[in-house]
């Protein structure tokens, strides 16, 4: 089965940029959907297909993917931003796989 | 407004059945991919199973296959998951998601339903 990789948790200081990874076998070549979840409340999208933004998330949220490696970047991180961070993609299978999630930390 | 509403959670013993609903709104339900995604406590997100637009194919994580049901009745805008042979370890919070297409995001989530296998 198909796994996505993630770190358990990032930290960084107000106002700086947070990089989150996602790692897996020639993940550049699927599309990769990013998700935060807040304690008490529903997941939700902040990219979706690689780079694309929903609307209402900010351009501080951005992604990129190449290679074996998908990348969430906050820039300008505020408090927040803290939540758990999911990355997800579908298997060749047609089945949707999550990441173990990253917990971001604001310092 | 799209709104996914999940139902039926509660406390079960090992074993024991139950079935989650998840009543949809705000958007044509027959036109979209229905899923089942849990989280336990201190665990990430768990995708159980997604059920097709009409209902023609479904499919299961290996964590539930054999043990979970995904069934969805177009005429009342529902989606359904029956839980059979609960063990401990399925204890999480159920949360239903939509899909516009295979391949695409989970674009709208319900807020979930805590089942919670107690012996």
């Known amino acids: 089965s198909y796994v996505l990789t993630q770190p358990p948790s990032v930290s960084v200081a107000p106002g700086k940029t947070a990089r989150i990874t996602c790692g897996g076998d020639?993940?550049?070549?699927?599309?990769v959907h990013w998700y935060h979840r807040k304690p008490g409340q529903a997941p939700v999208v902040i990219i979706y297909y690689d780079s694309d933004r929903p609307s209402g998330i900010p351009e501080r949220f951005s992604g990129s993917n190449s290679g074996n490696t998908a990348t969430l970047t906050i820039t300008r991180v505020e408090a927040g931003d803290e939540a758990d961070y999911y990355c997800q993609v579908w298997t060749s299978e047609d089945r949707p796989v999550f990441g173990g999630g990253t917990k971001l930390t604001v310092l | 407004q799209v709104q996914l509403v999940e139902s039926g959670g509660g406390m079960v013993q090992p074993g024991k059945s139950l079935r989650l609903s998840c009543a949809a709104s705000?958007?044509?339900?027959?036109?979209?991919?229905m899923h089942w995604v849990r989280q336990a406590p201190g665990k990430g997100l768990d995708w159980l199973a997604v059920i097709w637009y009409d209902g023609s194919h479904k499919y299961y994580g290996d964590s539930v296959e054999g043990r979970f049901t995904i069934s969805r009745d177009n005429s009342k805008n529902t989606v359904y998951l029956q839980l059979n042979s609960l063990r401990a370890e399925d204890t999480a919070v159920y949360f239903c998601?939509?899909?516009?297409?295979?391949?695409?995001?989970?674009?709208?989530w319900g807020q979930g339903t805590l089942v919670t296998v107690y012996s």
């Open positions: 020639n993940i550049g070549s699927k599309s």
């Open positions: 705000g958007f044509t339900f027959s036109d979209y991919g």
């Open positions: 998601a939509r899909t516009e297409q295979m391949g695409g995001d989970f674009d709208y």
